[in-house]
């Protein structure tokens, strides 16, 4: 005879479909790299850093945090590429955030491309388990960033994180 046990319902994980979405997302971020317009120099006349947060397909997006944002920067969320490479197109000096713990390898893809192409951007990663070692091996890879803050942001971190590219970029 059958016990109560036996008659629970039980769930079942399926790993292979979890990991075939995990790598489809991945794809899909790493592709939004080859679609950034090239665009030759920067139009540094107009003074000060637009922030933009890329939202794109995280499971932790960075919209909710818009209150706690440290005072006296031009703050914008997309999670489209064409406004992100709006963005871009202006070549005005811009500060881009990515979450890096979304989907690593796409994040570096970008990174990297951004890094190329253009020098009017700055990129900063937030991520969890920020450490000395792990920032500064990333930092000298071809994707480093310019900043690293820990994710969830702390708005006094992300106000160092800023005025410190500030002072790189006078």
Not at 111 to 135: D, E, H, I
């Amino acid at each position: 005879m059958a016990s109560d046990e036996d008659d629970k319902p039980t769930m079942v994980i399926d790993l292979n479909a979890l990991k075939r979405e995990r790598e489809r997302k991945e794809k899909e971020l790493a592709s939004i790299g080859e679609d950034l317009e090239f665009a030759s120099k920067p139009d540094i006349s107009l003074p000060g850093h637009t922030v933009v947060f890329f939202d794109h397909g995280n499971p932790l997006p960075f919209s909710p945090l818009a209150p706690a944002l440290p005072a006296g920067h031009d703050y914008h969320f997309t999670a489209a590429l064409p406004e992100l490479n709006g963005w871009i197109k202006k070549k005005t000096p811009l500060v881009v955030v990515f979450y890096y713990d979304g989907a690593p390898q796409a994040i570096n893809q970008l990174c990297a491309q951004v890094r190329l192409k253009f020098p009017w951007v700055q990129v900063v990663l937030a991520a969890k388990n920020l450490g000395a070692q792990k920032t500064a091996a990333h930092q000298a890879s071809p994707a480093g960033a310019a900043a690293y803050v820990a994710y969830p942001l702390v708005a006094e971190e992300l106000a160092r994180a800023l005025h410190e590219l500030e002072k790189k970029a006078a």
